[in-house]
């Protein structure tokens, strides 16, 4: 490509734009900008042509019509290898562009606000910033665009190095395409949601950013990256910020996503240990410090290479309970929490073999406890996407069915309340049992109930005797409430449903259990 001689410029961002601007005039560059483009570059020292000079007219419209004539989209659509198209550009008295630097208007961000106003949202689409972008893009093999902030440096240095190479120009176009298709996602999304009312409209279109390669998909062999959502959702785990430890892997993101889903369940101080999706550990305690030790210890031998999430800040009290713990986990792989102090991750860095240290992730998701979940889930299949809401029902003590002819306690109802929590985060055929508000045995991922309260109940031990029980479905026989009795267990929450569930009931009297049904289910598969 030949030398850049003539730049449009015309940003909604200023962010690095007056050292680009310099940068460029220094090359002997011709600078073109529209308004507040203009002022800002005249500020500082740079000469500016403006664009209504080119166009001989001034800003419509409040600054709706800027850029939206033949003196410009002329001078950067015409073909530089079509002679018809210089000698049409000349004719006219308009000449070639050669860089088009923009960005739009923040549309995102300002639907992002809180109470934004449907006037307000509107004024932030932006036209004539997307139709530069598209006819520079459209043009690349002549035109260089630049849509990011964040490109300024390399392009300048490129271009001082003696010009823009077709693959530099083949990027830069594809980034440009990349940002008006996310920018249009992102507008018939809210306006459908705003409008249309519907849950999942007839169309969806979804604007992604790689925000990182990953360490490796499910198996080594495997390649895999993390894409972040247009605009990013603050405070969520795909956001969160690494704070120590090696590159995350596929797997990684799945049990951090799991054990935060189940920390965030509860108000009070709450702590899950997750393996393969499934809890290993999880406990709820006056202290966050209780909590992480009962989580942990719950069962050490299963947690030991786990993921690790609280809903609370990690403190340098907290730090020294997890480093004390590991003497019988081992280790851990991960901890996400809210925020960490930095004395906390100091001392969790630093801590010599064999626990991780420089090699434990620290995840810190920026913000305060309690920040909601997405509200609905997405997971591809075979040539689709599976789209539905996220699974936040909870359930009250009003809600629950006393079927059996012992009613549960005040304090039975509360761990049954903890142990339906727990087998709702675990892999169907989920079965939690839980004493004292920690799990003291799970079975999960069975392709029957009944071996998945085996499971529980051996996990448990002696433990089992006085436990909760929850299964996040019906029991389809008795044989499943049965083991739970057999294993000592003092009451069961379930949905119910099951055409056996008079069985159930009769079973659960014999042993003596309560039995309560929450007549929904929390399948996880």
Same mark, same amino acid.
């Given at each position: 490509m030949?030398?850049?001689?003539?730049?449009l410029?015309?940003?909604?961002?200023?962010?690095?734009?007056?050292?680009?601007?310099?940068?460029?005039?220094?090359?002997?560059?011709?600078?073109?900008?529209?308004g507040?483009?203009?002022?800002a570059?005249?500020?500082?020292?740079?000469?500016v042509?403006?664009?209504?000079?080119?166009?001989?007219?001034?800003?419509?419209?409040?600054?709706?019509?800027?850029?939206?004539?033949?003196?410009?989209?002329?001078?950067?659509?015409?073909?530089?290898?079509?002679?018809?198209?210089?000698?049409?550009?000349?004719?006219?008295?308009?000449?070639?562009?050669?860089?088009?630097?923009?960005?739009?208007?923040?549309f995102?961000k300002?639907?992002?606000?809180?109470?934004?106003?449907?006037?307000?949202?509107?004024?932030?689409i932006?036209?004539?910033?997307?139709?530069l972008?598209?006819?520079?893009?459209?043009?690349?093999? =002549? %035109? @260089?665009?630049?849509?990011?902030? $964040?490109?300024?440096?390399?392009? !300048? /240095?490129?271009?001082?190095?003696g010009g823009l190479s077709?693959e530099?120009r083949?990027?830069?176009?594809?980034?440009?395409f990349?940002?008006?298709?996310?920018?249009?996602?992102?507008?018939?999304?809210?306006?459908a949601?705003?409008?249309?009312?519907?849950a999942?409209?007839?169309a969806m279109?979804?604007a992604f950013?790689?925000?990182?390669?990953l360490r490796?998909?499910?198996?080594p062999?495997q390649?895999?990256?993390?894409?972040?959502?247009?605009?990013?959702?603050?405070?969520?785990?795909?956001?969160?910020?690494?704070?120590?430890?090696?590159?995350?892997?596929?797997?990684?993101?799945?049990?951090f996503?799991?054990?935060?889903?189940?920390a965030?369940?509860?108000?009070?101080?709450?702590?899950?240990?997750?393996?393969?999706?499934?809890?290993?550990?999880? =406990? %709820? @305690?006056?202290c966050?410090?209780? $909590?992480?030790?009962?989580a942990? !210890? /719950?069962?050490?031998?299963?947690?030991?290479?786990?993921?690790?999430?609280?809903n609370?800040?990690?403190d340098?009290?907290?730090?020294k309970?997890?480093l004390?713990?590991?003497?019988?986990?081992?280790?851990?792989?991960?901890?996400?929490?809210?925020?960490?102090?930095?004395?906390?991750?100091?001392?969790?860095?630093?801590?010599?073999?064999p626990?991780p240290?420089?090699?434990?992730?620290?995840?810190?998701?920026?913000?305060?406890?309690?920040?909601?979940?997405a509200p609905?889930?997405?997971?591809?299949?075979?040539?689709?996407?599976?789209?539905?809401?996220?699974d936040?029902?909870r359930?009250?003590?009003?809600?629950?069915?006393?079927?059996t002819?012992?009613a549960?306690?005040?304090?039975?109802?509360?761990?049954?309340?903890?142990?339906?929590t727990v087998?709702?985060h675990?892999?169907?055929?989920?079965? $939690?049992?839980?004493?004292?508000?920690?799990?003291v045995?799970?079975?999960?991922?069975?392709?029957?109930?009944?071996?998945?309260?085996k499971?529980?109940?051996?996990?448990?031990?002696?433990?089992?005797?006085?436990?909760?029980?929850g299964?996040?479905?019906?029991f389809?026989?008795?044989?499943?409430?049965?083991?739970?009795?057999?294993?000592?267990?003092?009451?069961?929450?379930?949905?119910?449903?099951?055409?056996?569930?008079?069985?159930?009931?009769?079973?659960?009297?014999?042993?003596?259990?309560?039995?309560?049904?929450?007549?929904?289910?929390?399948?996880?598969?």
């Open positions: 030949d030398g850049v001689k003539r730049a410029l015309s940003v909604s961002d200023k962010t690095g734009l007056v050292e680009f601007g310099k940068g460029l005039a220094g090359l002997g560059v011709e600078l073109l900008a529209t507040g483009t203009a002022d570059l005249e500020k500082a020292g740079c000469k042509v403006r664009t209504e000079s080119l166009t001989g007219f001034a800003e419509l419209l409040d600054g709706r019509v800027k850029t939206l004539h033949p003196a410009i989209h002329g001078g950067i659509l015409a073909r530089r290898d079509i002679p018809a198209h210089l000698d049409q550009l000349q004719a006219a008295g308009y000449g070639p562009i050669d860089l088009v630097v923009v960005n739009l208007y923040p995102e300002t639907v992002a606000k809180s109470g934004v106003t449907l006037e307000e949202a509107v004024e932030q932006d036209i004539g910033g997307v139709a972008l598209r006819s520079a893009a459209k043009n690349h093999g =002549a %035109v @260089a665009v630049v849509a990011e902030p $964040a490109d300024y440096p390399a392009v !300048l /240095a490129e271009l001082k190095a077709e530099t083949r990027k830069l176009a594809v980034k440009a990349l940002v008006t298709s996310g920018y249009d996602t992102a507008i018939s999304g809210w306006l949601a705003r409008f249309d009312g519907e999942f409209p007839e279109r979804l950013r790689r925000k990182q390669a490796y998909g499910e198996n062999h390649r895999a990256a993390l894409y972040l959502p247009q605009p990013e959702r603050p405070g969520s785990l795909a956001s969160a910020k690494l704070l120590n430890g090696k590159e995350l892997s596929h797997n990684n993101l799945i049990d996503d799991s054990a935060l889903a189940l965030s369940e509860f108000a009070d101080p709450a702590c899950a240990v997750i393996k393969h999706r499934n809890p290993c550990g999880c =406990a %709820v @305690a006056p966050l410090h209780d $909590a992480i030790t009962r942990s !210890l /719950a069962d050490a031998l299963s947690a030991f290479g786990g993921i690790v999430a609280v609370r800040e990690i340098e009290d907290a730090a309970v997890i004390k713990v590991c003497e019988a986990v081992k280790k851990f792989d991960g901890i996400v929490a809210p925020s960490f102090t930095a004395e906390a991750v100091r001392m969790l860095a630093s801590k010599p073999a626990f240290g420089k090699n434990l992730i620290l995840l810190s998701l920026e913000t305060k406890p309690g920040t909601p979940r609905v889930t997405m997971r591809s299949i075979d040539g689709g996407l599976l789209v539905q809401d996220a936040l029902k359930v009250a003590p009003t809600d629950l069915k006393v079927v002819k012992r549960p306690t005040e304090a039975e109802i509360e761990e049954l309340l903890f142990a339906w087998a709702k675990t892999v169907s055929n989920a079965i $939690a049992l839980t004493k004292e508000w920690v799990t045995g799970v079975g999960s991922g069975q392709v029957n109930r009944v071996d998945s309260v499971i529980a109940a051996q996990r448990a031990g002696e433990k089992a005797k006085g436990s909760a029980l299964s996040d479905a019906f389809p026989y008795p044989d499943g409430v049965e083991e739970a009795g057999k294993a000592g267990v003092s009451c069961i929450i379930q949905p119910g449903g099951s055409m056996k569930d008079a069985d159930a009931v009769a079973m659960a009297d014999k042993y003596g259990m309560a039995m309560v049904l929450t007549g929904i289910r929390h399948f996880k598969h």
